[in-house]
């Protein structure tokens, strides 16, 4: 497959079970209904959250706090654009990078989570978080498919990260 249409492909794909899984847990729940999944460690729950990732500035009562939030989301999803989807050289070998397709990959997840949550944000003033997990008593803050998304993308690019510093090393002493 075109290394463009799989990355196009991923990232719609993020965006459409994204969009599946709020719509349906916005019409079967309401505000702060709990289904527990696996007893003390994983529910579904319904909420809103009208802050950034893990609530940060929630409680913030500025209209300016979501314009920023928009403004930085779109800034970060034009330059994730820009990074999938220019033309490479032929001679940069992925511009230095280990493995082009891992961070392809995790460009596009990112994309695609990052496009969800601006959707959201954009359209209803709250982003729909839905997942909610446990370790011991610590509740890990309420998330979706398309947070998931960006941490799987985060950490490809940060693995990737890790392998081209660890074989520059090597091959440098």
Request: glycine residues 10%.
């Amino acid at each position: 497959m075109n290394p463009r249409l799989r990355t196009a492909a991923i990232a719609a794909a993020v965006i459409v079970i994204d969009r599946l899984t709020k719509t349906y847990i916005r019409s079967q729940y309401t505000s702060w209904d709990v289904t527990p999944v696996i007893g003390g460690f994983f529910n579904i729950v319904h909420t809103e959250n009208p802050g950034a990732a893990f609530g940060i500035l929630a409680d913030s009562p500025s209209a300016w706090s979501s314009m920023l939030l928009v403004a930085v989301s779109l800034v970060v999803m034009a330059i994730l654009g820009v990074m999938l989807w220019r033309p490479r050289p032929a001679s940069s070998q992925g511009l230095g990078m280990q493995s082009p397709g891992l961070v392809s990959v995790g460009l596009a997840l990112v994309f695609g989570g990052a496009f969800g949550n601006v959707w959201d944000r954009l359209f209803r003033g709250t982003v729909t978080d839905f997942l909610q997990v446990f370790f011991g008593s610590y509740e890990f803050p309420s998330f979706n498919a398309a947070d998931s998304a960006i941490t799987i993308g985060a950490v490809l690019l940060l693995i990737d990260l890790w392998r081209t510093r660890h074989q520059h090393h090597t091959e440098h002493g």
